[in-house]
C-alpha cells in the first residue's frame, strides 16, 4: 500500500515526479534515449538500456502505483500487451475463470493466441460468485475480472472474488479501465493485480496508446518485471509523458465524465425509443448496490438498446454529430459505437447473443462536454429514427 497520505488529486500531479535537478523543469522530461553511458564495467546501478527502463517511464510508473495505492507499477505499450504480459505468470495446461462479458480484444486474445500455448479458459457471470467457485477446478490459477465490465457494464463484489481467490491460492487480475483507479482501487479490497489500458480515461485525450498494471505482491512484480524486459513490450518515452500529462488532470475529468453519464442515462431511461439502459449509477441497475459499496463515482461509459433492430441501431450511429463514431473510449470527447459491429465483432455472434450482447446494442463514451449538447445531439438521432 502506498504510505503517502496526499489525496489522489495531488499525487497525480506530483507522485514520481520532482522539478528535472539538471535544469529545475518542472516537467518531468522526455528521455527519449535507447541507451545509458555507464560509470564502470559490471558495477552500473543506474539505467544501462531503455527497454529495461527509462526515466521517463519510472516516473509514469510511480504515479500510477500511487493511485492505485500500490507498492509497484509496469507500464507497456497497449492495454493488450499488459494482458499478455500478466499470462506470461502462467503454463501451458494452467486455467483461468474469466467475466464472461469482456472487452472483444481480451476474448479474442485469450481463446485465439493463448490457447493455442495450452492456457485453458471458461467464461461465467463472475457478478454471481458461486459462478466462481462452480468453475474452479484443480488446475485453475486465475480469475480475470473486469468491473464495470465491457459492454454490459456488469458489477463483480470485489471483496468476494479476493476472498475466493484466497481461499484457492489463485491470482486475482481486475481490468480496472472503466472505472480508473480515482473511482475504484481494487487492491484496497485484496485484489491482487490490476490493469489498465491506459489508452482510454488515463490518457485521457486520444492521443496515446499504452497499458499498465499494478501489484503490491513481492512475488508477483519480480516476475512480471522480468517479463515486461524479457518481452519487451514497453511503452516509449514519449507515449509515458503523455500519460503522465493526461493524468494530472484525471480527477477533475472523471467527476465531469460520471456527472454527464448520469444526466444522459436517466435522459435515456425515460426516451420511449430506448429500451434498456445499463449504466451503475441507476437504480435499476443490477449492480447498483455493489457498486455503490466498493466505486466513489459511476463512471463516462453507458450502453444501451435502440427499441428495434440492428438496422435501427447503425441508422442511429448514422444520424449522431457530436458524438463520433469510433472505437475506444475514455477521451475528452463522446464517442459511440456499436458492439456487436465494432469493439465485441471477434466474439461469435451466438456467444454474443447468449452473454446479452443484443443487437440493438449501442455503446457511448461520454465525453467532458456541455451536457445539454450531447442530449440533444441523441435526441435528434432517435427523432429520425
Not at 104 to 129: A, C, M, P, Q, W
Not at 137 to 160: A, F, H, Q, S, Y
Not at 306 to 335: H, P, R, T, W, Y
Request: charged content about 20%; proline content about 4%; overall charge negative.
Amino acid at each position: 500500500m502506498s504510505k503517502d497520505k496526499t489525496r489522489f488529486e495531488t499525487r497525480a500531479i506530483h507522485a514520481g515526479q520532482s522539478p528535472d535537478p539538471s535544469t529545475g523543469a518542472i516537467t518531468t522530461p522526455i528521455f527519449q534515449t535507447s541507451t545509458y553511458v555507464q560509470e564502470g564495467v559490471g558495477g552500473h546501478k543506474g539505467y544501462e538500456y531503455s527497454r529495461t527502463d527509462n526515466p521517463t517511464r519510472t516516473a509514469l510508473q510511480e504515479c500510477l502505483a500511487s493511485l492505485e495505492n500500490a507498492k509497484y507499477g509496469l507500464s507497456f505499450a497497449s492495454g493488450m500487451s499488459t494482458i499478455s504480459t500478466i499470462m506470461n505468470l502462467l503454463k501451458a495446461g494452467d486455467h483461468i475463470v474469466s467475466s464472461d462479458d469482456v472487452y472483444g480484444g481480451t476474448y479474442r486474445i485469450f481463446e485465439h493466441v493463448f490457447r493455442d500455448y495450452g492456457l485453458k479458459y471458461d467464461y461465467v457471470n463472475i457478478s454471481n460468485l458461486s459462478e466462481i467457485e462452480s468453475a474452479i477446478k484443480p488446475e485453475t490459477k486465475m480469475v480475470w475480472v473486469e468491473t464495470p465490465t465491457n459492454p454490459l457494464l456488469k458489477i463483480t463484489d470485489l471483496k468476494g472474488v479476493a476472498e475466493i481467490c484466497r481461499k484457492h491460492n489463485l491470482i486475482s487480475c481486475v481490468d480496472n479501465t472503466f472505472a480508473t483507479p480515482y473511482f475504484q482501487k481494487p487492491l484496497d479490497y485484496g485484489i491482487d493485480i490490476v490493469m489498465h489500458s491506459v489508452t482510454k480515461f488515463l490518457g485521457g485525450h486520444a492521443d496515446t496508446v499504452g497499458g499498465a498494471l499494478m501489484t503490491s505482491s513481492d512475488k508477483l512484480y519480480d516476475r512480471l518485471k522480468f517479463c515486461q524486459n524479457a518481452v519487451g513490450a514497453i511503452p516509449g518515452p514519449f507515449d509515458c509523458w503523455l500519460v503522465l500529462r493526461g493524468v494530472k488532470t484525471l480527477a477533475v475529468r472523471m467527476e465531469r465524465h460520471a456527472q454527464n453519464a448520469g444526466q444522459i442515462a436517466n435522459w435515456l431511461e425515460a426516451h420511449p425509443k430506448v429500451r434498456k439502459v445499463i449504466y451503475p449509477g441507476l437504480k435499476s441497475h443490477p449492480g447498483h448496490e455493489i457498486a455503490k459499496k466498493q466505486m466513489t463515482g459511476f463512471g463516462g461509459l453507458i450502453s444501451f438498446e435502440i427499441d428495434g433492430s440492428q438496422a435501427d441501431a447503425v441508422k442511429f450511429l448514422e444520424n449522431v454529430k457530436l458524438f463520433a463514431l469510433a472505437e475506444s473510449l475514455g477521451g475528452v470527447e463522446s464517442l459511440i459505437e456499436h458492439p456487436g459491429l465494432m469493439t465485441h465483432a471477434s466474439i461469435p455472434a451466438e456467444v454474443r447473443h447468449e452473454k446479452g450482447l443484443s443487437d440493438s446494442l449501442i455503446r457511448i463514451s461520454v465525453g467532458i462536454e456541455y451536457v445539454d449538447d450531447l442530449i440533444a445531439d441523441l435526441d435528434d438521432a432517435l427523432a429520425n429514427l
